[in-house]
């Protein structure tokens, strides 16, 4: 029935007449562009802060140097304690993440409300720090590992779940829907065909949360979370900068060389094609069971003088015989099974290492139990103590940070991004050297970045921007890069085709392609920001976040709880306005 | 009205009951999109229907009627005595397990071996979700591992079903429907990812199951000859409404082709071409 109807009645337009809702969305951006300079002009960020900083960053180095290294051993165990509070938080959140994702994604959720319904719990584990639960979860569970698994557990669910979602959303709506046709329930439909193909995502995002939750420990380290972040907390606040910038440099080390794991693991979860070669420590492990099978085979052969496997191959008839075996009902020990098996075994043996390490028990978490209410109820009802006027300009203040600190990522990655980019840079080679500059920039905690520039400006708000600025380069210079290299190559070559110039069709193809995932990384990056803004005023950064930490330290619960919903509120709304925008570009 | 006359004319499946019955079918996606248009077929045990049609003519819609994965607007469906429009949850879910149905796409589980894809036929047998072939018993294994064999593809039952070829992997959806124990096959277009040779194997492996199961099988394909060689009867669709409903014997590939000509004539044109 459906004529085709060709569109001869189109106006003689020479341009796209806009929708309202894209120019007002086009404005919003403009306006947040005109609030992150107004930002960056109204902290003073400029080279005077800096050059008078010159001294103070000598006087500094003079109290630091020579490093005062704790004893190997301590070391160890600092660096072994949080990892295993990081790797149990990540996993905590995982585990929440998974059914949470499962309701929230659309393709997989029984109805609307549980949709909604998980998707704004997502939202609200986003919107509340995991610096704002360790300092509720200190007063439950005191000092201790417990306080930062809940605390980091929970919050991540904020971005694993919605990641998980995304994944689950993602992937081919064909094999559910054949299960379904199979007469098989949801449940089955989920674990037969929505599971397996989501399962190295699910991983490889949990690796991603794990290297940003190994930063985060360091600065929940502030408030009372053990690991190596406590230890730093202990010696900057006696003033030991000998021994407190010595663990800084330990904590580095630390996260790149997790980084690298996780990044080694990550890409061959999601690189290696289906059938494609085993690379690394893999490889290796499954060379040498190969070796040894065709031992094991031989052998067999001599044994039975029949090779099963081979004939089976070439007689039909001998397939339905061999159905019968017994032992062909479960897949071989393969070099790919045995593999499989023993990453499995690392994993529980890391796992259980990490439990142990920690010192963790599930009684410790009954017994804190009865005190939860009590707890809370110490937090209410939420008090000004007279110092709303004041928290309001702080708020303020950290707000301004993550925009101005935005501002400077933006203006560093955008660059540093499209070079690293092998697609868009000159060179092989210089693509290279950006990725390296942005994989070690993202080793860099921001925690000790603060900390550089607390030395260099100061105590403040300076400091803070500067430091959120610089790290963001490790966080989105990656995502444009990788945003750029994922543009459809097609376009490219056809405008190359038309003798376009390299910089045309960067402009005319490349830049078109990527601008919006780079736009939605922009807004994802100001929402982080603003929570880590919040987080860095803990060390002397600036903003609310020095507050915060003031109140909890003098057991003015009541306004710790007033500044929490404020970061809650403000978060939530920077929150809302992404998504918006996020829709309309 | 004409399309419906044909259909008993064709009634080369009397004396034994309907499998699949359409009575006035009308689907609309929207207010202006008509899926189906007052289709109304019999289906009789074991016979083989080949569905042809222009992309968008219908007969996936019409297929995804047949076991409620879309429900109609308007009119029936009883498929082995059941109407699929009012059955909900777990009855739902029996009647599907009665129905095998293979998809263009093959839709495995590609990071999964081979015989946990087949098994996966079996869900509606067992109770609670399953991850991993050890989560099956080992009945149903062995079971799956006959109806491997039986596509030809036992030696494969190991491997990853990515690593399989297309013709390969369409062989395995077989084996999974196959492992349903199905009363009736629904093939959407199940050989329009494949090359000619692999094609030709899935449709004799269909019409070899068909007849010695006495399975029921409703196909849409694209190729007017895989339609000739192995339908036992073909049914044409243009924008959702039969335009043809015929026994291939004795009809010519010229007879066939009316389905697809004279697009946006009238139907009653066309009608007479085919008749």
Redesign the interface.
């Known amino acids: 029935?459906?004529?085709p109807t060709a569109g001869a009645g189109a106006p003689q337009r020479l341009a796209a007449r806009p929708s309202a809702s894209s120019t007002v969305a086009v404005f919003v951006l403009l306006a947040i562009l005109a609030a992150a300079l107004w930002a960056f002009a109204d902290l003073r960020i400029n080279v005077a802060t800096f050059v008078d900083g010159s001294h103070q960053a000598v006087a500094f180095a003079r109290r630091t140097l020579p490093l005062d290294f704790p004893p190997l051993p301590e070391i160890l165990r600092l660096c072994g304690q949080t990892l295993a509070i990081v790797i149990l938080a990540t996993l905590l959140s995982t585990i929440l993440s998974v059914p949470l994702a499962l309701l929230a994604a659309t393709t997989t959720t029984p109805n609307d409300a549980s949709r909604l319904g998980a998707r704004a719990l997502i939202v609200v584990a986003r919107a509340v720090p995991d610096v704002v639960l360790a300092i509720v979860f200190v007063r439950i569970f005191g000092i201790g590992a417990l306080t930062g698994v809940l605390a980091m557990g929970l919050h991540s669910v904020g971005m694993i779940g919605k990641m998980y979602a995304d994944a689950i959303e993602q992937i081919?709506a064909?094999?559910p829907?054949?299960?379904?046709?199979?007469?098989?329930?949801r449940?089955?439909?989920?674990?037969?065909?929505v599971?397996?193909?989501v399962?190295?995502a699910f991983v490889a995002i949990g690796l991603h949360r794990l290297d940003i939750n190994l930063r985060v420990s360091v600065v929940l380290g502030f408030v009372g979370v053990q690991g190596i972040g406590f230890a730093i907390a202990d010696s900057l606040a006696v003033l030991d900068y000998q021994r407190g910038i010595a663990l800084a440099l330990v904590v580095l080390v630390l996260c790149i060389v997790v980084e690298l794991i996780s990044g080694a693991i990550r890409t061959a979860l999601l690189g290696r094609a289906?059938?494609g070669p085993l690379r690394g420590i893999s490889g290796g492990l499954s060379r040498l069971v190969h070796v040894r099978s065709a031992i094991g085979r031989h052998t067999e052969r001599r044994d039975d003088g029949l090779d099963l496997?081979a004939d089976?191959?070439r007689d039909?008839r001998l397939?339905?015989a061999?159905?019968?075996v017994?032992g062909?009902?479960?897949?071989?020990w393969?070099a790919r099974r045995i593999s499989a098996a023993t990453y499995t075994a690392i994993t529980a043996a890391v796992l259980v290492a990490s439990v142990v390490a920690s010192g963790v028990s599930p009684l410790e978490f009954l017994e804190a139990l009865p005190r939860v209410l009590a707890s809370l109820g110490l937090f209410l009802p939420p008090e000004t103590a007279g110092l709303f006027g004041a928290l309001l300009e702080q708020l303020l203040v950290t707000v301004q940070i993550a925009l101005a600190a935005t501002l400077i990522g933006v203006v560093l990655s955008l660059p540093i991004g499209a070079l690293a980019a092998r697609n868009v840079a000159p060179t092989p080679g210089v693509a290279n050297a950006f990725r390296l500059v942005i994989l070690l920039i993202r080793g860099i905690p921001e925690l000790i970045l603060a900390i550089v520039f607390v030395v260099i400006t100061g105590l403040g708000q300076v400091a803070g921007a500067v430091a959120l600025g610089v790290g963001a380069v490790g966080f989105l210079g990656k995502l444009v890069a990788d945003s750029l290299e994922e543009v459809d190559a097609g376009p490219q070559r056809a405008l190359l085709a038309t003798g376009g110039s390299r910089s045309q069709v960067f402009f005319a193809a490349t830049v078109p392609a990527g601008a919006r995932a780079i736009v939605a990384h922009v807004l994802y990056l100001l929402d982080t920001n603003i929570r880590s803004a919040t987080l860095l005023g803990i060390v002397g950064a600036g903003g609310i976040g020095f507050y915060l930490i003031s109140a909890a330290r003098v057991l003015e619960f009541g306004v710790v709880t007033t500044i929490l919903i404020m970061i809650f509120c403000t978060v939530l709304l920077v929150e809302l306005l992404a998504i918006w925008l996020r829709d309309r570009f | 009205m004409t399309g419906r006359g044909r259909t008993d004319g064709s009634a080369n499946g009397a004396g034994t009951p309907p499998v699949v019955e359409f009575a006035g079918v009308t689907k609309r996606f929207g207010p202006d999109v008509l899926g189906l248009d007052d289709v109304s077929l019999t289906v009789h045990t074991g016979e083989v229907v080949v569905l042809l049609g222009l992309s968008g003519s219908g007969k996936s819609t019409l297929l995804r009627h047949v076991d409620g994965l879309q429900l109609p607007t308007s009119g029936t469906v009883r498929v082995l005595g059941v109407d699929v429009g009012a059955a909900r949850g777990s009855e739902l879910r029996a009647l599907r397990r009665r129905i095998g149905f293979v998809f263009q796409q093959f839709d495995l589980v590609g990071s999964r071996t081979v015989l946990e894809n087949v098994c996966t036929g079996a869900l509606g047998r067992v109770r609670g979700p399953r991850l991993g072939l050890p989560t099956y018993p080992r009945a149903l294994r062995r079971e799956a591992l006959e109806h491997l064999d039986r596509v030809g593809l036992g030696d494969r039952a190991f491997q990853r079903a990515d690593t399989l070829s297309g013709g390969q992997q369409q062989r395995v959806a077989v084996a999974r429907a196959l492992m349903q124990r199905p009363e009736v096959l629904l093939a959407d277009e199940p050989v329009a990812s494949l090359d000619p040779e692999s094609s030709e194997q899935v449709m004799a492996l269909l019409k070899t199951i068909s007849r010695e199961n006495s399975l029921t099988v409703l196909c849409s394909l694209h190729q007017v000859d895989l339609a000739l060689g192995w339908g036992d009867r073909i049914v044409g669709l243009r924008t959702g409404r039969t335009v043809l409903d015929l026994p291939t014997a004795g009809l010519g590939r010229d007879d066939v082709m009316a389905v697809y000509s004279g697009v946006g004539a009238d139907a009653g044109a066309l009608l007479t071409t085919a008749g």
């Open positions: 029935m459906a004529a081919d064909g094999a829907t054949a299960l379904t046709a199979t007469g098989a329930t449940l089955q439909r989920i674990a037969g065909g599971l397996p193909p399962l190295p289906a059938a496997d089976l191959t039909p397939r339905s061999a159905a019968l017994e062909r009902l479960a897949p071989p393969d």
